[in-house]
């Protein structure tokens, strides 16, 4: 497609960087990705610098502003991207290099014991916590029908064929929402009827 401005034609950009986040014509994030990869292999150089600097504890504090803080960005929109394995073991890199462990080290409880989410859990947290914030902007089941189920109080699904519009962000949020235990729903639900009413 060629999109003209007076008598001059405007050249097609393959990616723009919008606040950020790096966007592509068709919404891979392999661009963005790719950013944060250089950024956290940078960061993954420095904390190994700090590291002879630096007790475990004190250590904690360069990881969040260097490598948190970049992983935590925009993670709700490419966290689910196949591009994001190369980011999870950079993570896990950093992770063995603060608590001086071998490659053959027990990842998970690494990041136990560093209180540290791993990238994927931080996508999906980050979701749960947009949905949450955002509960009044989905429909519920309960409104698009009146069939009393054990499903009523969940987020409508809506019906889509398309596999990029089910690896889209809205998509994603729902079907995670849902999957959480009927408990934790409704103390997200009290929380935002606790909010309503101090508004009012």
Sequence with gaps: MQVSFGNRKIATAQSLKFLGLTIDTTLTWKHHIGGITSRLNKACYAIGLFKRLMSLDVLRSPYFSY??????????????????????????R???IIMNSSRNAYGRQQFKDLNILPMQSRYIYSILL???????T???????????????SDL??????????????????IKIYNHLPTAIKNVSDDNNKFKLASKR
């Design 67 to 92: 490598v948190h803080s970049v992983i935590n960005y925009g993670i709700i929109f490419w966290g689910n991207k196949s591009y994001c394995d190369d980011i999870f073991k950079i993570q896990k």
């Design 94 to 96: 950093i992770i063995r």
């Design 130 to 136: 947009f949905v949450t914030k955002n509960k009044d």
């Design 138 to 152: 989905f429909l519920s089941n309960s409104q698009v029908h009146k069939i009393n189920t054990r499903q009523t």
């Design 156 to 173: 409508y699904v809506p019906t889509a064929n398309l596999t990029i519009y089910q690896k889209g962000v809205y998509y994603s949020e």
